[in-house]
């Protein structure tokens, strides 16, 4: 039953709930679910753990049989945060390749990782086109932490670009999809409100930027228990 649920939830930002459920499983059952164990890295992933806590739940995963590459993402994950941007890539590309279709919300992480990879490279212009896909893809199946984190990336490189209207734009968008079915914040639109932070600041608007950081921080702050 959690295994069903898990996508869902995941995606609507309840991480607490989610590691909730995780935490009243039996001893052993994850060793023989590497779908659960692929979804318990990423509530890991989401709330902050660190490297260290990482690895040996991937290790886990290929343990327990992978021959989809559901671990491949979060390998990406791992090399694109060490700078590897090509190991990233590589395992980015094995998961799109070998993953089924069904396994959304896995291949529109391999995507976002994809983006990760080519950024960790230096390669802006194919970055951008990997986190427009990821963005798309993301918003057509309902994956609002990865479309917003998505959404997010493009807004960076629209900032970067002296195009401050379009990455306002695209972060008022992931703040208008970052809500629950009762319009309230998810706590991913704690990314956006952080990011819009900085666009005040450098219209020099820093009553509204510390406003919108104090906003950011206290969504950040319900994501894990």
């Known amino acids: 039953l959690i295994e ?105 992480l391999a995507q976002y990782m994809l983006a990760s990879g080519y950024m960790a490279e230096g390669d802006t212009s194919a970055g951008m086109v990997a986190l427009e896909r990821a963005s798309q893809s993301s918003q057509r199946a309902g994956h609002i932490m990865l479309a917003v984190l998505a959404l997010c990336g493009i807004a960076d490189l629209r900032r970067r670009q002296g195009r401050l209207r379009d990455s306002e734009a695209l972060l008022q968008h992931a703040l208008a999809i970052a809500t629950d079915v009762h319009g309230r914040p998810l706590a991913i639109a704690g990314r956006a409100l952080v990011a819009l932070a900085d666009l005040a600041r450098e219209h020099n608007d820093l009553d509204t930027a510390h406003a919108l950081i104090d906003q950011g921080s206290a969504l950040f702050d319900h994501v894990s228990p």
């Not at 499983?25 to 890991?44: E, K, N």
């Open 4 to 108: 069903a649920c898990a996508e869902a939830t995941l995606m609507r930002s309840e991480i607490a709930t989610f590691n909730g459920w995780m935490g009243r499983l039996p001893v052993g059952t994850l060793d023989r679910r590497p779908t659960l164990i692929a979804y318990y890295i990423w509530s890991l992933l989401w709330s902050g753990a660190s490297l260290d806590q990482l690895a040996p739940q991937i290790r886990r995963l290929r343990e327990a049989g992978d021959p989809d590459a559901r671990g491949a993402p979060f390998q990406a994950f791992l090399a694109a945060v060490q700078g590897k941007g090509r190991e990233a890539r590589h395992f980015a590309e094995l998961a799109l390749k070998r993953l089924p279709d069904d396994a959304r919300l896995l291949r529109n």
